[in-house]
């Protein structure tokens, strides 16, 4: 006889053989269904296969059906199909949505009623090719074209892009010698890559958006610029002693006066400078007093000349001087009724008012002079006053006249003590193959180097 406790021994071991061989089925399953659900959804499984294989049909059957209309066309005018008349008949048979935009190479891009983006391009003078993208909205940017715009020393990056919608742009650039350097990441289509020396440059634009990747690439060359390449109207920034001194360029190497080196003008004037009355009560004032004032221009010129760097300028002088010639003055104190002094200043206010940076909105020099000789001796240095306006050229009264001869004796308009304080505006000649750098605009101007 089986014992009761035999049986119940043999109950339990039942039980827990039978517990084990759950927790392994279960696992087992677990498995089979991990695996079951990777082949059905992971990127090659039979779910995403199936997707392709749809998505490959109908490109196909749409390749087909445009293919078709080719030859329907050609068929319709003596076997000739251009991008033109292609376009008439897919209009007829209303299957472009939207507009037909112009592509490269007098190709045209259209959409189709099925969703495809499309590029029909001129083959030949009598067949074209059609080249389907892909469906609108599944699309990587399309980079189209790179333009590049080199400067002194940086070069402008414009793209031309289709489907650039909520894409992301990153410019690199490299030279021969080095690899691809990150020069910004951007969603704009411009961007200018700075702080480039003189040299050949591969230019690398990467863009991404939803659906992927893209890449173009193009080379710019940025030149070394010279002095007497800079154009006028243009900024450059120039060293004297510790000091910086901002000047536009004044004339440049093909105007009269900038072919042995351009003329830079200071934007500011750099020290105050005095003409006052001469204190000599001699009866040879009027000649003391004569010569101090014919004195003027070297002054003027000599004081400009303290601040022009040797390494970068082959001569300076004031503004208002003849610029190929600035110690030029009229010596003769003349007779009655004559008008003398000098007529220097007109070419260089006339191109400053044409640069429109003749008023400071401070008052400062021009290295010329005004006299007329008559019953009184007028003599003036002329100046530019703090509203722009020419003055030490009155003919009608004394106003601002430094000294002038009436009645027996020695006069001045102005306090005989303090005289007349402007300021000076050097005008720098460079040499004309000293190098340039910057950008030449106000915010980066031009900069020089040996």
């Not at 008439?88 to 495809?116: A, C, F, M, P, R």
């Not at 074209?128 to 909205?137: D, K, S």
């Not at 360029?249 to 400078?273: F, P, R």
């Not at 001796?377 to 703090?386: D, I, K, L, P, T």
Request: proline letters at 2%; glycine letters at 8%.
């Amino acid at each position: 006889m089986i014992s009761i406790t035999k049986l119940r021994k043999k109950e339990t071991t039942n039980k827990g053989i039978t517990l084990i061989a759950l927790v392994i089925t279960i696992i087992v399953l677990l498995i089979l269904a991990g695996v079951s659900i990777a082949t059905l959804t992971g990127g090659n499984g039979i779910l995403n296969k199936v997707t392709k294989t749809k998505e490959k049909t109908n490109l196909e059957a749409e390749r087909e059906r445009l293919e078709l209309i080719k030859v329907s066309v050609a068929l319709d005018n003596n076997g000739v199909v251009t991008v033109d008349k292609y376009i008439e008949q897919l209009k007829e048979e209303n299957i472009i949505v939207g507009d037909v935009e112009d592509g490269d190479d007098d190709s045209k891009n259209i959409i189709t009623d099925n969703g495809y983006s499309v590029n029909i391009a001129p083959k030949s003078d009598k067949d074209i090719i059609i080249t389907i993208e892909g469906e609108v909205g599944k699309l990587k940017v399309l980079i189209k074209k790179i333009i590049l715009i080199s400067g002194n020393d940086n070069i402008k990056v414009d793209v031309q892009v289709k489907r650039g919608e909520g894409a992301i742009y990153r410019y690199y650039y490299k030279t021969e010698k080095s690899d691809y350097q990150l020069a910004g990441e951007t969603t704009e289509t411009s961007y200018v890559i700075e702080n480039l020396e003189p040299d050949t440059y591969t230019i690398k634009v990467v863009a991404t958006n939803t659906n992927g990747t893209t890449f173009k690439e193009e080379v710019g060359t940025i030149k070394q610029l010279t002095a007497k390449e800079v154009e006028e109207g243009k900024y450059i920034e120039i060293e004297s002693g510790s000091n910086k001194i901002m000047c536009m360029v004044l004339w440049d190497a093909n105007s009269t006066y900038g072919k042995d080196g351009i003329h830079i003008v200071a934007m500011d004037t750099v020290e105050q400078v005095q003409f006052r009355f001469p204190q000599n009560s001699e009866i040879d004032a009027l000649d003391k007093n004569w010569n101090s004032y014919l004195n003027a221009i070297k002054i003027l010129n000599d004081k400009a000349r303290s601040y022009a760097n040797t390494l970068f300028c082959a001569d300076a002088r004031s503004i208002g001087s003849i610029p190929d010639n600035p110690y030029s003055k009229n010596t003769n104190k003349g007779y009655v009724g004559q008008e003398l002094g000098d007529k220097n200043y007109i070419v260089d206010y006339n191109k400053m008012k044409e640069l429109r940076i003749d008023n400071l909105k401070k008052s400062y020099w021009l290295a010329s002079r005004y006299s007329l000789a008559g019953i009184w001796e007028h003599a003036s240095v002329r100046f530019v006053n703090s509203e722009g306006s020419l003055r030490g050229d009155v003919k009608t009264s004394h106003a601002e006249q430094i000294f002038y001869w009436e009645t027996g004796s020695w006069h001045s308009t102005v306090d005989k003590d303090t005289g007349l304080i402007c300021g000076l505006r050097p005008v720098f000649i460079l040499k004309p193959d000293v190098k340039i750098k910057g950008s030449g605009t106000s915010e980066n101007p031009y900069y020089l180097s040996l």
